[in-house]
């Protein structure tokens, strides 16, 4: 069965710094990879997916995450974060794409943002 | 399009109570999903369809909860009799069938249910 592991339950990062979010997969096959971020009180928005080709995969609101078969990761990164950064932020592995039969998602990684 | 719609964004009931939560996914998608989120067990998936069958109902926790879908426009989940350990976020997500660069869930903006 696919899982996938968030290590970080919270991040706190200050305003204009570096930021990466952890995020480990165990899946059989060739996974598709997907970053959500969800704001307070609404739902979710998808940053950015995976699913061939280039390992480095750019996103929105500036995002990009990293596929690294090796290490079964897909962190997701941002160079300068915003105050407007601050969400939950969730990574998930689906089968054929993540349509025909649903995501499994991580447990969410909190991100605060320090002005 | 508007997006996937759900009602009521917000529910609170009593214990025992039947509730039922709707959704409208995006006009074309064949999929759709029922996920719940808690601060306990995070997102889980319920149930899905594709093409308004239920193809995999296995997250469904209880007999309590049915979902269905009489149309490619609308579905519904149902919570019959409800309990207070069923107070979670209820989210709906609708995606095109298939493989490929365009396959990705949508999300609703979900239902915050609260039994008391």
């Known amino acids: 069965a696919q899982s996938v592991t968030q290590p970080d339950i919270h991040i706190t990062v200050s305003e204009g710094a570096s930021l990466e979010l952890r995020c480990n997969y165990s899946?059989?096959?060739?996974?598709?990879l997907f970053w959500y971020v969800q704001s307070p009180g609404q739902g979710l928005q998808l940053l950015l997916k995976y699913f061939s080709g280039d390992t480095l995969v750019q996103g929105i609101k500036g995002f990009e995450a990293e596929f690294k078969r090796s290490q079964s990761s897909f962190n997701l990164r941002k160079p300068s974060v915003h105050w407007s950064d601050a969400a939950e932020y969730f990574c998930?592995?689906?089968?054929?794409?993540?349509?025909?039969?649903?995501?499994?998602f991580g447990k969410g990684t909190h991100l605060i943002i320090q002005p | 399009d508007a997006g996937v719609i759900q009602s009521p964004r917000h529910e609170v009931t009593e214990m025992g109570q039947e509730v039922t939560l709707r959704c409208k996914p995006i006009s074309g998608h064949n999929s759709l999903f029922w996920y719940r989120q808690t601060m306990m067990r995070g997102l889980e998936l319920l149930i899905y369809f594709n093409n308004n069958v239920p193809i995999d109902d296995s997250g469904m926790p209880e007999d309590r909860f049915s979902a269905k879908m009489p149309n490619a426009s609308f579905s519904t989940l149902k919570i019959q009799p409800s309990e207070p350990r069923d107070s979670a976020v209820y989210f709906c997500?609708?995606?095109?069938?298939?493989?490929?660069?365009?396959?990705?869930?949508?999300f609703g903006q979900g239902t915050r249910l609260t039994v008391v």
């Open positions: 997500a609708s995606s095109p069938i298939g493989g490929g660069w365009n396959t990705e869930a949508f």
């Open positions: 899946y059989g096959a060739t996974p598709y």
């Open positions: 998930a592995v689906g089968s054929s794409g993540g349509g025909a039969d649903g995501l499994t």
